[in-house]
């Protein structure tokens, strides 16, 4: 069984900064690539960032240039950077984990709200 927990949500005021992580855990004997996805009431969930375990990156571009995404693969864990946070920004954010045998894995989502 594989589970990913993330950590790292809350509120924020503009333009200031907020630490997300995830962690892989169980049996994990391989990963292709982790990330975070975001989603807010009646839309689409959609991409934010992804890391391949060879460090290549996907940034949407909403985002890029503010979010960063990083990964340690020994200890099955990707981190999401996020600096000069927008009210547009508010959402919950689901990690995602390309895994084993190229099964996909969610979490269950943190909660980021970017409010004066």
């Known amino acids: 069984q594989v589970q990913l927990v993330e950590s790292g949500g809350g509120l924020v005021l503009p333009g200031g900064s907020l630490r997300l992580s995830c962690t892989a855990s169980?049996?994990?004997?391989?990963?292709?690539?982790m990330g975070w996805y975001r989603q807010t009431p009646g839309k689409q969930r959609e991409l934010v960032a992804l890391?391949?375990?060879?460090?290549?990156?996907n940034i949407a571009d909403p985002v890029r240039g503010r979010f960063t995404i990083s990964i340690d693969n020994a200890k099955n864990t990707v981190a999401l950077q996020m600096n000069s946070l927008k009210p547009e920004d508010t959402a919950v954010y689901y990690c995602?984990?390309?895994?084993?045998?190229?099964?996909?894995?969610w979490g269950q989502g943190t909660h980021v709200t970017v409010s004066s």
């Open positions: 995602y984990g390309h895994l084993n045998g190229m099964t996909n894995y």
């Open positions: 169980g049996s994990i004997s391989r990963i292709y690539s």
């Open positions: 890391i391949t375990s060879e460090g290549s990156t």
